[in-house]
């Protein structure tokens, strides 16, 4: 569902990671992932049916797994915004 059509009961709310400039963090500081190439505008889960697949990024023009702490792994390049606009619905 497109963000604008979002409801506020819809909303999901993404808590104990923190976006920053090349690196997500986890709540209180801890390096979690790095090294993604610009600032991180967006960061999302993608599931498919009942297994979670992917935590992603989204910075410096890429999109990023960083499921696992460390160096993040560019999954596709070439994007002129690293701001996605979505929601979940369940």
């Known amino acids: 569902m497109p ?3 979002c409801r506020r009961k819809d909303a ?3 808590d104990h990671w923190f976006p920053g400039l090349a690196r ?3 709540a ?13 505008r ?3 889960e993608f ?14 023009g890429k999109i ?8 993040g792994v560019s999954l596709a390049t070439g994007f002129a915004s690293d701001v996605l606009g979505l929601c ?3």
Not at 29 to 36: D, E, I, K, M, P
């Open 3 to 5: 963000w604008p059509q």
């Open 12 to 14: 999901v709310v993404l």
């Open 24 to 26: 997500v963090d986890r």
């Open 28 to 40: 209180g500081g801890t390096a979690y992932a790095n090294t993604l190439g610009g600032a991180v």
């Open 42 to 44: 967006t960061v999302f």
């Open 47 to 60: 599931n498919a049916k009942t297994t979670r697949k992917f935590f992603i990024g989204m910075a410096g």
């Open 64 to 71: 990023w797994d960083i499921s696992a702490a460390g160096a």
């Open 88 to 90: 979940a619905v369940r």
